[in-house]
């Protein structure tokens, strides 16, 4: 069955910190990668995608990502984390039949 | 630019009781869809749509009704409330499901 993974439920970094967020994914094709933000009490913005081409992808906010087809993985990274980063991130992946499966979320929180 | 409008954003009902969340989008996207966001959860797709008079179920359906008579308009029914059914519902669209997807603010319902 196609699912998508963030084994980090939450992810404590200092300010100016580098960041990793993990997103692991079972699907038998080539997938649609997306990166989701959401900041408390809103809804979700579009941090990146990834459909095809270069494997490194550049987002919003100097976020960027990287597919990497071997691990089934589209990890998140920042070289230096701000307090505005602060919030919850999800993964997806687009699916063949319509619909996009969702990962957990990861909650980053900012050390001062 | 309105982009996707979903109203109320907060309601209180009582088990047993219907009613309707609204979803408006400007942005001629033929693809809709509606998430319910859970602590831990992650979203979990309710229904979707891909174009006006197609509807189809999401991961978790039951209790809840939809209907697409345009392209614009994507209303969620909840027919007999029920407290497992407090939760933050968002409503988003697309030009189609691979394509990022724009987000509502959210309802935030609460069933007692």
């Known amino acids: 069955a196609q699912s998508v993974t963030q084994p980090d439920i939450h992810i404590t970094v200092s300010e100016g910190a580098s960041l990793e967020l993990r997103c692991n994914y079972s699907?038998?094709?080539?997938?649609?990668l997306f990166w989701y933000v959401q900041s408390p009490g809103q809804g979700l913005q579009l941090l990146l995608k990834y459909f095809s081409g270069d494997t490194l992808v550049q987002g919003i906010k100097g976020f960027e990502a990287e597919f990497k087809r071997s691990q089934s993985s589209f990890n998140l990274r920042k070289p230096s984390v701000h307090w505005s980063d602060a919030a919850e991130y999800f993964c997806a992946v687009g699916a063949s039949n319509y619909q996009l499966i969702w990962g957990a979320g990861t909650k980053l929180i900012i050390k001062p | 630019n309105a982009g996707v409008t979903q109203t109320p954003k907060f309601q209180v009902l009582k088990t047993g009781q219907s009613m309707t969340l609204q979803c408006a989008q400007d942005?001629?996207?033929?693809?809709m869809s509606w998430y319910r966001q859970d602590p831990g959860m992650g979203l979990r797709l309710i229904h979707y749509s891909v174009g006006a008079g197609i509807t189809d179920q999401g991961e978790v359906p039951n209790g809840y009704n939809v209907s697409r008579s345009t392209t614009e308009d994507f209303p969620l029914r909840l027919l007999s409330a029920a407290p497992s059914q407090t939760s933050v519902y968002f409503c988003a669209s697309s030009p189609d499901v691979n394509q990022p997807q724009h987000f509502g603010d959210g309802t935030r319902l609460s069933i007692l």
């Open positions: 699907y038998g094709a080539t997938p649609y």
């Open positions: 942005m001629n996207h033929e693809y």
